[in-house]
């Protein structure tokens, strides 16, 4: 088992910046990925990012390409999003989940479905 564990929500207005972190604990995996997701209420949960950990190849949704930025701490075994120039509908709650199976590049990366461990999630509220 994995557990994942966010952290770093909170409110903040438009075009300020929260640093989200997940960190991870338990069983361990030669190769995977760890990704960020959302959901807005009333909307599906959507990709936001993504990086291979071994490899350290990010992708991101074009919703917040040039805004967010995610990396990991090998030390630490924890993933972070940096959100800069948070928008309003940047608000939602933000999930970490890690991909352990099959392809960790890619697009396949941005399919919540393919993901086989997840945290509780950690609200954003952007205000205008």
């Known amino acids: 088992q994995v557990q994942l564990v966010e952290s770093g929500g909170g409110l903040v207005q438009a075009g300020d910046s929260l640093r989200l972190s997940c960190a991870a604990s338990?069983?361990?995996?030669?190769?995977?990925?760890m990704g960020w997701f959302r959901r807005a209420p009333g909307k599906e949960r959507e990709f936001v990012a993504a990086?291979?950990?071994?490899?350290?190849?990010?992708y991101y949704a074009s919703s917040v390409k040039g805004r967010f930025t995610i990396s990991r701490d090998y030390a630490k075994n924890t993933v972070s999003l940096q959100m800069n120039s948070l928008k309003p509908e940047d608000t939602a709650v933000y999930y970490c989940?890690?991909?352990?199976?099959?392809?960790?590049?890619?697009?396949?990366?941005?399919?919540?479905?393919?993901?086989?461990?997840w945290g509780q999630g950690t609200q954003v509220t952007v205000s205008s």
């Open positions: 989940a890690v991909k352990s199976q099959g392809l960790v590049t890619g697009n396949s990366l941005t399919v919540g479905a393919l993901y086989d461990y």
């Open positions: 338990g069983r361990t995996f030669s190769n995977y990925a």
């Open positions: 990086i291979n950990w071994s490899l350290g190849l990010t």
